[in-house]
T-cell receptor, first 109, second 111 residues
């Protein structure tokens, strides 16, 4: 099965800073999603981005499918951005999403 | 809000007991996937149901079983509970292989 590696595992920043989270895949995926898990455990969809670049407010994501990686950018971080960010991918024809171990982001006021 | 609901929110069981978790999918979705998330880990795929049939299974023993109903809601059943089954159980609904949307989860503690 595919392996998903996220970096860094932990990131501590001050409010207002920018951050970049990375996700590497061991194989090509045709369904790549980024999630934010809030303190209560809810996984919130951020982006469905098998390739290209998307932006939603202060968040944007870029996937370079040919090089098997994706980046999540958070600009002007707020304390509410704190939590764990997961990327997940699915091989073509497979049913399961394979998740990385997550990046724990802490934004201090 | 994703429109995916799960019940109960929390549950405490003892070793050897059986548990049933429930998931209602988002309107218009015909596929439900279940995941187990241990503390500090990413979610792990248990199985998926599509149109009431199991459509794929992860590396979980047969004591993890499920059902999907005609309205596409789903149940996850776990028999002979073990301490390591303590986790957050997440269900996700989708329209076939499209984007999965997750419910709030059920926290299971096995004592």
């Amino acid at each position: 099965g595919i392996q998903v590696e996220q970096s860094p595992p932990d990131l501590i920043l001050q409010e207002g800073a920018n951050s970049t989270l990375r996700c590497n895949f061991s194989d090509s995926v045709n369904n790549l999603q980024w999630f934010h898990q809030n303190p209560w455990g809810q996984l919130i969809n951020l982006f469905y981005i098998p390739s290209g670049t998307k932006q939603n407010g202060r968040l944007s994501a870029t996937t370079v499918a040919t090089e098997r990686y994706s980046l999540l950018y958070i600009s002007s971080s707020q304390t509410t951005d704190s939590g764990v960010y997961f990327c997940a991918g699915r091989l073509q024809g497979a049913q399961k999403l394979v998740f990385g171990q997550g990046t724990r982001l802490t934004i201090n006021p | 809000e994703t429109g995916v609901t799960q019940s109960p929110t929390h549950l405490i069981k003892t070793r050897g007991q059986q548990v049933t978790l429930r998931c209602s999918s988002q309107s218009g979705h015909n596929t439900v996937s279940w995941y187990q998330q241990a503390l500090g880990q990413g979610p792990q795929f248990i199985f998926q149901y599509y149109r009431e049939e199991e459509n794929g299974r992860g590396n979980f023993p047969p004591r993890f079983s499920g059902l999907q109903f005609p309205n596409y809601s789903s149940e996850l059943n776990v028999n002979a509970l073990e301490l390591d089954d303590s986790a957050l159980y997440l269900c996700a609904s989708s329209k076939g292989s499209e984007t999965q949307y997750f419910g709030p989860g059920t926290r299971l503690l096995v004592l």
